[in-house]
């Protein structure tokens, strides 16, 4: 069992339930033997909440697979490692202690639901036959409690819900069901891994809220995995901080924020972007502009045994929004509320839909322009995609990602000119030229990102939409990436249509910012005016959520 740290001291008399005790875990992978735990150590007493925190790589959910006897059989565990829960010891313990271990003691609820969730099965199937699997129940006394359990998760309409399947739910309502599930059994410790990522942060703040009464009213441990630091002061009591496979400090919450003493804890502390968008002089032109978007989407279709509805979803209502030279405008709201819809058809990029509004982009009107009219002003519009691992093609190297787009618009012939555009792209994204043989899946996600970024870049854009570009990545990649952008517009003077539910980088980075629900407009501004003076109740839910999460 790990000391704790000479500074905190834990006043509670509570048993220590789970301890991970100088736990070295290495892979064998085709480069040879990879280190991924280096004697990592921490303990989690009864009814207590321990955050592991630190950016993608550290080592957090392998330590936890390791809790939970899940590890993948090319694991190599050290000799003198130590895991144990209670009085069991994990690491020797027989597949029948684990399955009996698992759901019943100890559970755990997963970043994507949607993943974790089977298609094929209601929730309510799913949920009972978890309780079936470790209690002596009927399947009649399975259905009552399931919906019990849809009710202390706060789900809406839980007698419903029993029938329903994954997709019929919202991200926020799947994470809940994900929650009941991991309560089926009334367990002692519950690891939550990124419970929140996914999620807007109006749906985060009462995820882990929900989490937290939980844990109190139930007395249960629970350990959380995550690398958003404003979560883990707001709810965790103790913090183990983890970089490359090793604890480099842990404490209390209190002493880990008043005074950290690891530079790396310092950092992670500090990653949050700061300071506000450079501002962009008064005569400034209008580059892109669309008046009264509105996008409607038929939700019945004719087919065989279906009959033609005359339903409609009005995506987007009588929208207008201007964008000038070199700034940036955010688009807010919560999931649903047709922040991407609207960018999509303003940059013409919609599929389907019924799609109506003016929308003029430097003097030219989009809507009067031909098929290949719109083709050859493309290059000057570009996108940065949420996820870059599934936006990059996986077999394109980084060279011929790059040189696509310049191949279809026919610019930069001659190869030793290529080159050196495709180099300067990189160089401008904070990459090393020297990459461009190399292939997506060699990257980190932060690095993916600016090579998506540059992809962007390399055709001498003067408009980028931004779809939630950081919301897959740790804040301190996330950080690097908005002062990027910051850098780029003030050396290329680049306007951004940015799309985001993250409030604190909306304000970083953003000159101005509409609010939208439910494809409606609620309010627009400069971005300071709107976040620290709205008088508008959906604008200050978010703010709330964003900036004091557990207030």
């Known amino acids: 069992m790990d000391s704790r740290h000479s500074s905190y001291t834990n006043t509670s008399d509570s048993p220590t339930i789970a301890c991970v005790s100088n736990l070295q875990v290495s892979f064998n992978t085709e480069d040879g033997l990879v280190k991924a735990l280096k004697g990592v150590s921490y303990n989690i007493k009864q009814g207590e909440m321990v955050a592991l925190v630190g950016e993608s790589g550290s080592g957090k959910s392998v330590s936890v697979r390791s809790l939970m006897g899940l590890l993948a059989k090319s694991a190599i565990i050290g000799e003198e490692s130590k895991v144990t829960y209670r009085d069991i010891d994990l690491t020797t313990a ?16 997963f970043q994507e639901p949607m993943t974790s969730l089977n298609p094929l099965y209601t929730l309510g199937e799913q949920i009972s036959e978890a309780i079936m699997v470790h209690q002596k129940v009927t399947k009649q006394q399975a259905r009552e409690k399931t919906i019990e359990l849809f009710e202390s998760v706060q789900l809406p309409h839980p007698e419903e819900r029993y029938d329903q399947y994954p997709h019929q739910l919202s991200g926020g309502q799947r994470q809940r069901v994900m929650i009941a599930m991991a ?5 002692d410790l519950l690891i939550a891994d990124e419970p929140t990522t996914a999620l807007d942060v109006t749906v985060q703040a009462n995820i882990l809220r929900l989490i937290k009464d939980l844990q109190v009213k139930k007395g249960m441990s629970v ?3 995550t690398h958003d630091l404003t979560i883990v002061r707001q709810f965790a009591d103790y ?7 090793e604890v480099v400090e842990h404490g209390s919450t209190e002493h880990i924020f008043t005074s950290a003493e690891h530079e790396y804890t310092k950092m992670l502390i500090e990653s949050e972007p700061k300071g506000i968008a450079t501002p962009i002089p008064e005569i400034s032109p209008v580059i892109l502009k669309a008046d009264k ?10 087919g065989f045994f279906k009959r033609k509805t005359n339903k409609e979803l009005v995506a987007v209502d009588d929208i207008s929004i201007s964008l000038r030279k070199g700034e940036t405008l955010g688009i807010v709201g919560e999931s649903g509320s047709g922040k991407t819809t609207l960018a999509m058809a303003v940059f013409k990029l919609l599929s389907e839909g019924k799609i109506s509004g003016d929308i003029t982009y430097d003097g030219q009107q989009l809507n009067l322009l031909s098929n290949e009219e719109l083709r050859k002003l493309r290059k000057e519009i570009q996108v940065v995609f949420q ?4 936006s990059l093609n996986p077999r394109l190297s980084v060279k011929q990602i790059l040189e696509e787009g310049l191949t279809v618009n026919g610019l930069y012939t001659d190869p030793k000119e290529r080159q050196i555009k495709l180099e300067k792209s990189l160089l401008d994204a904070g990459l090393s030229a020297n990459i461009l043989n190399r292939y997506p899946h060699e990257f980190s996600g932060g690095q993916r990102q600016r090579i998506a970024i540059a992809r962007a870049l390399v055709l001498d854009p003067k408009v980028i939409l931004l779809d939630e570009p950081t919301s897959a990545l740790d804040l301190t990649i996330q950080k690097q990436i908005v ?11 680049i306007s951004y249509l940015f799309i985001s539910h993250d409030l604190r980088v909306v304000k970083s980075l953003c000159h101005r910012v509409l609010v939208m629900r439910h494809g409606v407009a609620v309010e627009e501004g400069p971005t300071i005016d709107v976040l620290e003076n709205s008088t508008i109740q959906y604008t200050q839910k978010l703010i709330k959520s964003a900036f004091e999460i557990a207030a």
């Open 223 to 225: 350990l959380l995995i």
């Open 483 to 493: 002062q990027l952008l910051k850098q780029l517009q003030v050396k290329r003077g």
């Open 293 to 302: 978007m509105r996008v409607e989407f038929e939700l019945g279709k004719k």
């Open 94 to 109: 027989s597949e029948k202690q684990l399955i009996k271990l698992r759901g019943n003691e100890v559970s755990m609820i």
């Open 387 to 390: 996820d870059p691992f599934s």
């Open 183 to 187: 309560l089926t059994n009334d367990p």
């Open 239 to 245: 913090i183990y901080v983890m970089k490359q496979g």
